[in-house]
């Protein structure tokens, strides 16, 4: 199980990503909790995914197909299927958004609302709120468990470069308040970016806010 060979600091969780950042951050977050997690690299065209609106059927889906990748059958594998869904476009790109990412990018994002403009910075969240969801896949050798996540924030009017991936550039978390939950559009907490996009901070300043960290620790407290 999972969490007894979490006790000694050999444990491997394998996950399935072609994602470095993805990988980088689940990396950060199992480090300080004795786990290894390490790139389980597949046949290109070996794992199918299924179209599906659902980020959960997608996890799923993509976790059922890695069992059969695994160096050993009783490894622990994981998967994470995540988007970013914007408020203003009923929830587009979500599941679509790596193709989305690969195809208008950035940029693109930021032109489709570029009509959503307000002199009031608290209207201007507001207009262009979004957030991130992930959903976590784990298989721990006997049984599956699945962690959820969201990040809510709104988008940029213009790209903060040099950290993250995909949309981090044009990201910005809402700040959050002395639990480190979000607060309310324009309302100003401990924890915050100062309005500067995840794209404008360091991966450890991201993973305080992050979807991916929050879906988890929600994995790792269903253990059993
Ligand atoms: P998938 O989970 O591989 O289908 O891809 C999810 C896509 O959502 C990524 O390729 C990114 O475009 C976007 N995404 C998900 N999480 C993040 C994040 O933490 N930062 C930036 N983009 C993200």
């Known amino acids: 199980m999972l969490r007894e060979a979490g006790r000694c600091m050999e444990a491997t969780v ?25 790139q389980l690299v597949v046949p290109e065209g ?24 695994l160096p050993n ?39 489709l609302l570029a ?6 910075p608290v209207q201007q969240k507001k207009l262009r709120a979004a957030s991130y969801r992930a959903v976590t896949a784990l298989w721990d050798g006997t049984s599956m468990i699945i962690g959820l996540g969201e990040c809510p924030g709104s988008l940029a009017s213009e790209k903060h470069e040099g950290h993250g991936f995909g949309y981090d550039p044009v990201f910005v978390p809402l700040d959050l308040n002395d639990e480190g939950q979000p607060l309310p559009a324009g309302e100003l907490g401990p924890t915050s970016t100062h ?30």
């Open 14 to 38: 394998w996950f399935l990503t072609s994602n470095q950042g993805k990988l980088e951050e689940a990396q950060l977050h199992f480090a300080p909790l004795g786990y290894n997690i390490e």
């Open 46 to 69: 070996a794992i199918v995914e299924p179209q599906s609106d659902s980020l959960e059927e997608i996890a799923i889906s993509k976790l059922e197909q890695a069992k059969a990748h």
């Open 73 to 111: 059958s009783n490894d622990m594998v994981m998967v994470e299927d995540s988007g970013l869904f914007i408020s203003a476009l009923d929830g587009f790109p979500g599941v679509y958004s790596s193709y989305v990412y690969e195809t208008i990018g950035c940029q693109g994002i930021l032109r």
């Open 115 to 120: 009509h959503l403009e307000s002199e009031d």
């Open 195 to 224: 309005g500067v996009a995840f794209g404008g901070v360091e991966l450890d300043v991201k993973h305080r806010f992050s979807h991916r960290r929050r879906a988890l620790e929600h994995l790792l407290e269903q253990l059993p």
